[in-house]
């Protein structure tokens, strides 16, 4: 029965905690572009301050056994 003492208060200090951390969210805008965040993990555009490597077109010579 002890046990139950202790619990039951701690649920509900943490099930308080987590719901004002959930309002703390909507109030500061957290959820205010939830597609944008979904499209820029698929999107394929590097912006001009991320480095990417050298690409070029791949031709035949690329393919083939080297000789030693």
Same mark, same amino acid.
């Given at each position: 029965?002890? +046990?139950?003492?202790?619990?039951?208060?701690?649920? *509900?200090?943490? =099930?308080?905690?987590?719901?004002?951390?959930?309002?703390?969210?909507?109030?500061?805008?957290?959820? $205010? /572009? *939830?597609? %944008?965040? %979904?499209?820029? =993990?698929?999107?394929?555009?590097?912006?001009? $301050?991320?480095?990417?490597?050298?690409?070029?077109?791949?031709?035949?010579?690329?393919?083939?056994?080297? +000789? /030693?």
């Amino acid at each position: 029965m002890t +046990a139950l003492a202790w619990l039951i208060p701690c649920a *509900l200090v943490l =099930g308080g905690l987590g719901l004002a951390a959930f309002l703390w969210s909507l109030r500061s805008g957290q959820f $205010d /572009d *939830l597609e %944008g965040a %979904g499209w820029r =993990g698929i999107e394929d555009h590097e912006g001009p $301050d991320v480095p990417g490597p050298e690409r070029r077109q791949a031709t035949p010579e690329d393919y083939a056994p080297k +000789a /030693d």
